[in-house]
């Protein structure tokens, strides 16, 4: 069992700048590929992010030029930098750990652990 604890959500105004940390379980974090989704009050969850193994990434296009994911295997730690901040973006944010392919994927099935959940909250 992997466990994800996810950190750092809370009440922002626009424009604003927020980071999100998920700390994972060390010994085999190097190896896996992991992101975020979000899930907004009524809606889907969807896609935010992902970074794999080799640390390329990937990022929805409502976030892309806002939003850096990057980790530091050193801290087990996955990031998500979240700068000018909408009031769509409001949504609980998961952190996701892929531990069988270490590759992007944007898809929740390809996910074997999620995080609890953080809320972020953009208020207009």
């Known amino acids: 069992q992997v466990q994800l604890v996810e950190s750092g959500g809370g009440l922002v105004q626009t424009g604003d700048s927020v980071r999100l940390s998920c700390v994972a379980p060390?010994?085999?974090?190097?190896?896996?590929?992991m992101g975020w989704f979000r899930q907004a009050p009524g809606k889907e969850r969807e896609f935010v992010a992902a970074i794999a193994r080799s640390d390329s990434t990937y990022y929805a296009d409502s976030v892309k030029g806002r939003f850096t994911i990057s980790r530091d295997n050193a801290k087990n730690t996955v990031y998500l930098q979240m700068n000018s901040l909408k009031p769509e973006d409001t949504a609980v944010y998961y952190c996701?750990?892929?531990?069988?392919?270490?590759?992007?994927?944007?898809?929740?099935?390809?996910?074997?652990?999620w995080g609890q959940g953080t809320q972020v909250t953009v208020s207009s």
């Open positions: 060390g010994r085999i974090f190097s190896g896996y590929a």
């Open positions: 996701v750990a892929r531990t069988r392919f270490p590759t992007i994927a944007t898809v929740e099935w390809h996910y074997d652990y």
